[in-house]
């Protein structure tokens, strides 16, 4: 089964920075998208960042210039680094990936939480 394993939230002060990462495993099929979306109490669930398997990036313009995404480890692993970290930040953090098969399979991550406070 396709296991996504998050790692990096935390508390962190406004100004500070946090890098994400999120391992994918369990699956032969090669990963069309590797994104992070997140949760705020009392708001929807919105896309943080997103890249390709050609390595094309997306941002939220709430975080463009503060946050950016990355892959590495054969393309297995996605990232993201956070800076300038405000408290607007705070959410919980999800991995979620789109596998490169017909069905363009999607699959999420447990979350994990991203705390901007002082």
């Known amino acids: 089964q396709v296991q996504l394993v998050e790692s990096g939230g935390g508390l962190v002060q406004p100004g500070g920075s946090l890098r994400l990462s999120c391992v994918a495993s369990?699956?032969?099929?090669?990963?069309?998208?590797m994104d992070w979306y997140r949760r705020a109490p009392g708001k929807e669930r919105e896309l943080v960042a997103g890249?390709?398997?050609?390595?094309?990036?997306r941002y939220a313009d709430s975080v463009k210039g503060r946050f950016t995404i990355s892959r590495d480890n054969g393309k297995s692993t996605v990232l993201l680094q956070m800076n300038s970290l405000e408290p607007e930040d705070t959410a919980v953090y999800y991995c979620?990936?789109?596998?490169?098969?017909?069905?363009?399979?999607?699959?999420w991550g447990q979350g994990t939480q991203v705390t901007v406070s002082s």
């Open positions: 369990g699956t032969s099929y090669s990963i069309n998208t």
């Open positions: 890249i390709t398997s050609g390595g094309s990036t």
């Open positions: 979620s990936i789109v596998l490169r098969n017909f069905a363009q399979s999607r699959y």
